[in-house]
C-alpha cells in the first residue's frame, strides 16, 4: 500500500480536475468507475484504470492533480517524458491488445491546478499556494499529449518478456529457498 500527502489530494481532486479540462476545452468525460467499459485494463500480468477513455476518438486521458502552484508543470516543456506519459502508453498497449484494434495510438496527461482540500494543506505552506480562485482556468492546465509508437510497442513487450521471466525466477528461488528449510 502506498499513501502521500499529494497522492491523497489527486485522488480527492480527480474529478474536479475532469470538470476543469470539460470547462476548458468544452468536452464531457467523466470519470470511468467500475461497470463502465474499459475501467479496469488487463493484458499479459500488466493491469489499470485509466481515468477517461474516449471510444470515439480512441484516446485516453489521464488527469494528474499537481500538489500546489510551486509544483505545477506550466508548459508541456515542463512535464515531458514523464513516468506519467509510459502510464498512457501502457494503458494504449493494453487497450490495443484487448481490442485488437491498432487505433489506440493517442492520449494525453493533462495537470491541473485545482484546490487542496483544507484538511490536507500543511500548516507551514502558505494557503495561497493551493488556493486556486484567483487563477483562470484556462491557466490551470496543461496538457502533455502522448503518443504510442510501433517502437514503443516492441520495447513495451520486450519488456514484459523480461519481467515475466525475472518473476518467474525469483518464484523459483523463494520456492527453492523453501523447499531447503522444510528439507523436500
Not at 488487463?42 to 510551486?70: E, R, Y
Request: proline content about 4%; hydrophobic content about 35%.
Amino acid at each position: 500500500s502506498f499513501g502521500s500527502k499529494e497522492t491523497e489530494k489527486g485522488l480527492t481532486v480527480e474529478d474536479d480536475s475532469i470538470e476543469l479540462y470539460n470547462d476548458v476545452f468544452f468536452t464531457d468525460h467523466k470519470k470511468l468507475v467500475e461497470g463502465d467499459e474499459f475501467y479496469e485494463l488487463s493484458h499479459d500480468i500488466l493491469v489499470g484504470h485509466p481515468d477517461v477513455v474516449c471510444v470515439k476518438t480512441k484516446m485516453v486521458k489521464d488527469a494528474k492533480s499537481s500538489w500546489n502552484k510551486k509544483t505545477f508543470p506550466k508548459t508541456p516543456d515542463k512535464a515531458k517524458n514523464s513516468t506519467h506519459m509510459w502510464q498512457v502508453k501502457t494503458y494504449l498497449y493494453m487497450l490495443r491488445m484487448m481490442t485488437n484494434d491498432m487505433g489506440w495510438r493517442h492520449g494525453e496527461v493533462f495537470y491541473c491546478l485545482s484546490d487542496t482540500p483544507e484538511t490536507l494543506v500543511p500548516e507551514w505552506e502558505d494557503d495561497s499556494l493551493h488556493d486556486m480562485s484567483n487563477v483562470p482556468n484556462n491557466l490551470r492546465i496543461t496538457v502533455v499529449p502522448v503518443e504510442l509508437t510501433d517502437e514503443d510497442v516492441a520495447h513495451m513487450t520486450r519488456r514484459l518478456g523480461m519481467a515475466k521471466r525475472y518473476a518467474e525466477k525469483y518464484r523459483q528461488t523463494i520456492l527453492n529457498k523453501c523447499n531447503i528449510v522444510t528439507g523436500n
